[in-house]
């Protein structure tokens, strides 16, 4: 994470929107994350869908990436593969215990790259909205996009360990407190109460940027 010459320059790469939605009867919240990145559709979508390829920036993926294969992310989420269509869109169920949410990625060309959007939508827990809003999930796409441009821009993989530490460090703390505060400017936009959004994306930074306390020792 050490390329991160300005944290705050890095998550503005980033543009932020919340849609409230409804699916299957449920009401719903939609994160849509939107960057663009200097190399090919065919480039950025392979960087997106290969197995091999995935864990040099995100995380290690195992099952069948089809239409109707599951995919489990190792650690994170798992779920079904509903639709693809190279080098375009796919989408996904993203399921992590009994919580199923959906997740799209778009790639369209741009005039000096790809544009990448992904979109998450699901369904609104009300206290968890009202503690953290849409930065739980949003601030953990900025990361993974991040990876992502890391990845691009240098064709070496993300040191996991240091990806997994760079929240709690200087810069870290920077770019989270950056793009939740991002986030809580889409869900202001999107109707939210500022007098909840803004506390909700202090949690949010706090939840990300804590060091866990060690247990004690044997």
């Known amino acids: 994470m050490g390329l991160l010459t300005d944290p705050v320059a890095i998550a503005g790469l980033v543009s932020r929107e919340i849609r409230t939605g409804e699916r299957q009867g449920m009401p719903t919240k939609i994160a849509v994350a939107r960057r663009s990145y200097a190399t090919d559709p065919d480039d950025l979508w392979n960087a997106l869908t290969d197995a091999g390829r995935i864990p ?66 699901a369904p609104v827990d009300p206290d968890m909205w009202k503690q953290f809003g849409p930065g739980a ?22 040191d996991q360990a240091a990806a997994l530490e760079f929240p709690t460090t200087p810069d870290g703390l920077s770019f989270v407190r950056a793009a939740a505060a991002g986030w809580a400017a889409a ?25 866990p306390e060690e247990g004690p020792q044997s």
């Not at 796919?90 to 959007?117: N, Y």
């Not at 601030?139 to 990876?147: A, I, N, P, Q």
């Not at 109707?191 to 994306?201: H, Q, V, Y």
Request: aromatic residues 8%.
């Open 56 to 121: 040099r920036w995100f995380l290690p993926v195992s099952g069948e990436l089809s239409v109707g294969g599951r995919y489990q992310l190792e650690g994170n989420a798992g779920g079904v593969v509903e639709e693809c269509e190279p080098p375009k869109r796919f989408a996904v169920t993203w399921e992590m215990g009994p919580m199923i949410s959906w997740l799209e990625i778009r790639l369209d060309p741009a005039a000096e790259g790809t544009t990448l959007e992904l979109v998450h939508e």
């Open 137 to 158: 999930v949003g601030v953990g796409w900025d990361l993974g996009l991040m990876g992502l441009g890391l990845h691009l821009e240098t064709g070496a993989g993300v």
């Open 187 to 211: 869900s202001i936009a999107d109707g939210d109460d500022p007098a909840f959004a803004n506390p909700a994306a202090e949690t949010t930074v706090a939840f990300y940027t804590t060091v």
